[in-house]
């Protein structure tokens, strides 16, 4: 049976308005919603439905990130994950801790647990990098399957349905594997109360980078952060005449 390793991170909530820093060196996150980042929501709910179809025994959840990192840990529990570990990365070093990072950690775990497949969400909602997945599976040197909407699950192997650009692809790949959730993989469930109370008992394990021997020092230097330009005002025209005199005027027509 298949032990699952799933990263959830803990991001900006998708509905809150992102607003720069003063200083440009990054954006306001004190006092701003935070939840799980939806496509880990996602990974999760895909590793319990492995748990509740008996292909996967033990579904453990991975977050690293400052102490409210246990929050998304718990989300996770509720949801159904067996247990969590939350890899404490805090001040500076979070707001420089990148997908390389995070991979190595996720590698590395999944060892420890003996996991055989990792499974991620194709992106954070915040950094938008799509690099854990393929750089986890570049770490374990393991074969990979990203933005996965279908997963199939046979003897030692997989039949995995990819969306790429223009259409779906279906690839069969063996485990131990790491695997990326996209949008129309699953609809997540909501965590119930029993369920956030039962998740309550589950056991978080806390530790660090350096415990798992992991230098986490930062590779990119951000230099700037900037709002992205504002949209101008439309106009409204009183017919195609006047449309067609506007297209001129600025040299579309
Ligand atoms: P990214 O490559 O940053 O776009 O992130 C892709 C996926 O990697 C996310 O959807 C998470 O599943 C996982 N991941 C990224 N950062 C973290 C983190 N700090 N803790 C746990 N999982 C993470």
């Not at 996965?148 to 690839?171: A, M, P």
Request: proline share 6%; net charge negative.
């Amino acid at each position: 049976m298949a032990r699952v390793l799933v990263g959830v991170k803990r991001v900006i909530d998708y509905a809150v308005k992102i607003r720069v820093k003063p200083d440009h060196t990054g954006v306001l996150t004190e006092g701003v919603k935070h939840s799980m980042n939806p496509f880990d929501e996602i990974a999760i709910e895909e590793a319990v439905r492995m748990k509740e179809k008996k292909i996967a025994e033990e579904v453990i959840a991975v977050s690293c990130g400052p102490a409210q990192a246990q929050e998304t840990l718990r989300t996770a529990l509720a949801m159904g994950a067996d247990k969590a570990i939350h890899v404490e990365v805090s001040g500076p070093e979070y707001e420089t801790l990148q997908p390389i990072h995070v991979s190595k950690i996720l590698a590395k775990l999944a060892e420890e647990e003996k996991a055989n497949i990792v499974l991620v969400g194709k992106q954070a909602i915040d950094d938008d990098c799509n690099q854990t997945a393929q750089m986890t599976a570049g770490v374990l040197d393991w074969p990979s399957g990203t933005f996965c909407s279908k997963i199939e699950h046979g003897s030692g192997e997989l039949t995995v349905t990819r969306e790429v650009d223009g259409g779906l692809e279906t690839i069969k790949i063996k485990t131990p594997v790491v695997l990326s959730a996209d949008l129309r993989l699953n609809e997540p469930r909501y965590a119930t109360l029993p369920n956030i109370m039962k998740a309550k008992k589950k056991p978080i394990k806390k530790i660090t980078p350096k415990d798992l021997g992991i230098d986490v020092s930062p590779r990119v230097e951000i230099l700037s952060v900037e709002d992205p330009p504002v949209r101008e005002a439309g106009s409204i025209l009183p017919d195609v005449d006047a449309l067609v005199g506007k297209l001129k005027e600025k040299g579309f027509a």
